[in-house]
Nanobody, 118 residues
Framework: QVRLVESGGGLVQPGGSLRLSCVAS????????MGWYRQAPGKQRELVAR???????NYADSVKGRFTISRDNAKKTVYLQMNSLKPEDTAVYYC????????????WGQGTQVTVSS
């Protein structure tokens, strides 16, 4: 059974940085695209960043130049480095396995809260 466990969220001031991690188990991690989504209160869940098995990446326009997605297949881990954080980045961030270009895969982590506030 696939399991995704996120970590690294927290409270940070505007302009600060955080690195989220998502460890996968129960799957052949390296063959899947991985994605980070986020959901703010009262808003729909949105794709933030995606990395495929060939390490090609895509980003939402709102985070381009500030966020970087990467993966370590040996550790079955996907990362999201978030720099220059803004209050509008506040959300629960979710890891997703098998993220396609236009829709998420079936497996989700439990989410990690990111709060950007002074």
């Amino acid at each position: 059974q696939v399991r995704l466990v996120e970590s690294g969220g927290g409270l940070v001031q505007p302009g600060g940085s955080l690195r989220l991690s998502c460890v996968a188990s129960g799957t052949i991690f390296s063959i899947y695209a991985m994605g980070w989504y986020r959901q703010a209160p009262g808003k729909q869940r949105e794709l933030v960043a995606r990395i495929n098995s060939g390490r090609n990446t895509n980003y939402a326009d709102s985070v381009k130049g500030r966020f970087t997605i990467s993966r370590d297949n040996a550790k079955k881990t996907v990362y999201l480095q978030m720099n220059s954080l803004k209050p509008e980045d506040t959300a629960v961030y979710y890891c997703n396995l098998g993220t396609a270009a236009t829709k998420p895969g079936d497996s989700w982590g439990q989410g990690t809260q990111v709060t950007v506030s002074s």
